[in-house]
T-cell receptor, first 113, second 112 residues
Framework: DAGVTQSPTHLIKTRGQHVTLRCSPI?????VSWYQQVLGQGPQFIFQ???????GRGNFPDRFSARQFPNYSSELNVNALLLGDSALYLC????????????FGEGSWLTVV | KNEVEQSPQNLTAQEGEFITINCSYS?????LHWLQQHPGGGIVSLFM???GKKKHGRLIATINIQEKHSSLHITASHPRDSAVYIC??????????????FGKGTHLIIQP
């Protein structure tokens, strides 16, 4: 079975641009979470979606948005990119509910120049 | 103060040594996760704990809910164990996000 897949794996954007990152969860998983990991730091929670509804949001500005589709795949959108948005963006999926094992994708490396 | 604190931040040891990484948290949790991250970014879940102790191969994870503390042990360490080990918790919020709160990670290097 395929694991959590993310695309693109690497991308470079210019300040002020918009970016869309995509995530396909493990088959059967209904929960998708997004995390931002700045170089040298631990990941920070951005969003969680379960059954197409937002379950939680971390401390990120409104420039960050996400959605989950009927097939449980998800998109993370970031508008008006800043240099500080340069990071590894990680997607994780689980079957949902607290205490379930969480599976991570390989991440999307975003560089803003 | 971070809600999840790990120690040590960096650890270098010789092959074969017994390794211990500690994690303390200050909030109510429903689960604690130990994760491994190799250079390049991918994160692998090693353990998910809500009580007691779990063992997988040379890895052992324990949690003390009353003391809000967990440890990850590696026995007979090997250079391939070199990675960043991250402690993360799922907070018990009574409804809402299941997002993880992460420690800053422990950078482990095992020298041959």
């Amino acid at each position: 079975d395929a694991g959590v897949t993310q695309s693109p794996t690497h991308l470079i954007k210019t300040r002020g641009q918009h970016v869309t990152l995509r995530c396909s969860p493990i088959s059967g998983h209904k929960s998708v979470s997004w995390y931002q990991q700045v170089l040298g730091q631990g990941p920070q929670f951005i969003f969680q979606y379960y059954e197409k509804e937002e379950r939680g949001r971390g401390n990120f500005p409104d420039r960050f948005s996400a959605r989950q589709f009927p097939n449980y795949s998800s998109e993370l959108n970031v508008n008006a990119l800043l240099l500080g948005d340069s990071a590894l963006y990680l997607c994780a999926s689980s079957s949902g509910g607290r205490g379930n094992t969480i599976y991570f994708g390989e991440g999307s490396w975003l560089t803003v120049v | 103060k971070n809600e999840v604190e790990q120690s040590p931040q960096n650890l270098t040891a010789q092959e074969g040594e017994f390794i211990t990484i500690n994690c303390s948290y200050s909030v109510g949790i429903s689960a604690l996760h130990w994760l491994q991250q190799h250079p390049g970014g991918g994160i692998v879940s090693l353990f998910m704990l809500s009580s007691g102790k779990k063992k997988h191969g040379r890895l052992i994870a324990t949690i003390n809910i009353q003391e809000k503390h967990s440890s990850l042990h590696i026995t007979a360490s090997h250079p391939r164990d070199s990675a960043v080990y991250i402690c993360a918790v799922t907070m018990y919020s009574g409804g809402g996000a299941d997002g993880l709160t992460f420690g800053k990670g422990t950078h482990l290097i095992i020298q041959p």
